[in-house]
Nanobody, 125 residues
Framework: QVQLVESGGGLVQAGGSLRLSCAASGRPFSTYARAWFRQAPGKEREFVAAISWNGIGTNYADSVKGRFTVSRDNARNTVSLQMNSLKPEDTAVYYC??????????????????WGQGTQVTVSS
């Protein structure tokens, strides 16, 4: 059974930090590209960050560059998103995703076959 399970969401004040984690099972996810997306109320799901299977390749949305860092631990099949200097506009449900390939369209939801259920991040002003 394929599972992607996010954790680490919560309520934080603006300027604060949170660390999200996504544990994966049911596939050889240590060889898969992984990514984070988010969806705010009334908005479309948007790309946040992506990382190649070996961690060498990373990409970020312009809105989070310099504040968020994506990393992975292949021994534990987990990927993390360290979020610093959080802003109220970062409030959203955050989803982790995975796919066999690190597509040139890494920023598109359609590039990923596997998804978690999401974890809520709320940043108060």
């Amino acid at each position: 059974q394929v599972q992607l399970v996010e954790s680490g969401g919560g309520l934080v004040q603006a300027g604060g930090s949170l660390r999200l984690s996504c544990a994966a099972s049911g596939r050889p996810f240590s060889t898969y590209a992984r990514a984070w997306f988010r969806q705010a109320p009334g908005k479309e799901r948007e790309f946040v960050a992506a990382i190649s299977w070996n961690g060498i390749g990373t990409n970020y949305a312009d809105s989070v560059k310099g504040r968020f860092t994506v990393s992975r631990d292949n021994a534990r099949n987990t990927v993390s998103l360290q979020m610093n200097s959080l802003k109220p506009e970062d409030t959203a449900v955050y989803y982790c995703a995975a796919d066999q390939h690190y597509s040139r369209n890494y920023y598109a939801s359609s590039a990923y076959d596997y998804w978690g259920q999401g974890t809520q991040v709320t940043v108060s002003s």
